[in-house]
């Protein structure tokens, strides 16, 4: 089992890696909006999508994995209302590669993060 980490404060407080690698298989744990480079997160729900799927790239590049491996996908949206606005983010990210998908609509725990993305990836 290998641990993946972003170094974002959250991974150390709350006791969670970025992603895990088993086998063929990374987890990667709920990815919010923030640009972890500078803990900055966006106004805007597509763009705080469309650094969620940066960061998501980047584990699964670190991990040995791309975007085509993803399998599964959650969306937890803070407010039902927000989705039509971070589809075309979602759909730029994920179109082509179509994974299983849910969408949640739930409470996250700072009140900037609109988003959370979690995926599932294989290699097999």
Known sequence: M???STGSPFEKTLGYSRAIVK???CFVSGVTGYDYATMTMPDDVAAQAHNCFATIASVLDEAGFAMEDIVRVQYTFTDAALVEAATPA???AMGDIRPAA???V???IKPEML???EVT???G
């Open 90 to 92: 979602l759909g730029a």
């Open 2 to 4: 290998r641990r993946i």
């Open 106 to 108: 739930a409470g996250l």
């Open 102 to 104: 849910t969408i949640v």
């Open 115 to 117: 988003i959370e993305v």
């Open 23 to 25: 086998g063929g298989w």
């Open 121 to 123: 990836a294989f290699k």
